[in-house]
Nanobody
Framework: QVQLVESGGGLVRPGGSLRLSCAAS????????MGWYRQAPGKQRDVVAA???????SYADSVKGRFTISRDNAKNTVYLQMSSLKPEDTAVYYC??????????WGQGTQVTVSS
């Protein structure tokens, strides 16, 4: 099994910044990609950002220019640097890892609240 441990969520004022981390451990063999989704109350879970093992990156339009995803392949860890946060960024953020032939594993989620 794969374990994903997220950290870095919390309460921040509009315009502030947070950095999320997600470390994967356990049955890690061949990672294709890692990334982040988020789910606000009453809404579906939506993709935020993703990064492949080759370094290809994609972002949701709503976070482009404000969020930066990065990855430490040696540590099987993915990061999400969030800046210029808005109240609409409030959600539970979930990290994931996709492995070749093994599918996707999810983290437990970390709450991000943007409020004054």
């Amino acid at each position: 099994q794969v374990q994903l441990v997220e950290s870095g969520g919390g309460l921040v004022r509009p315009g502030g910044s947070l950095r999320l981390s997600c470390a994967a451990s356990g049955s890690i063999f061949s990672i294709h990609s890692m990334g982040w989704y988020r789910q606000a109350p009453g809404k579906q879970r939506d993709v935020v950002a993703a990064i492949t093992s080759g370094g290809s990156i994609s972002y949701a339009d709503s976070v482009k220019g404000r969020f930066t995803i990065s990855r430490d392949n040696a540590k099987n860890t993915v990061y999400l640097q969030m800046s210029s946060l808005k109240p609409e960024d409030t959600a539970v953020y979930y990290c994931y890892v996709d492995q070749y032939g093994l599918g996707r594993a999810w983290g437990q989620g970390t709450q991000v609240t943007v409020s004054s």
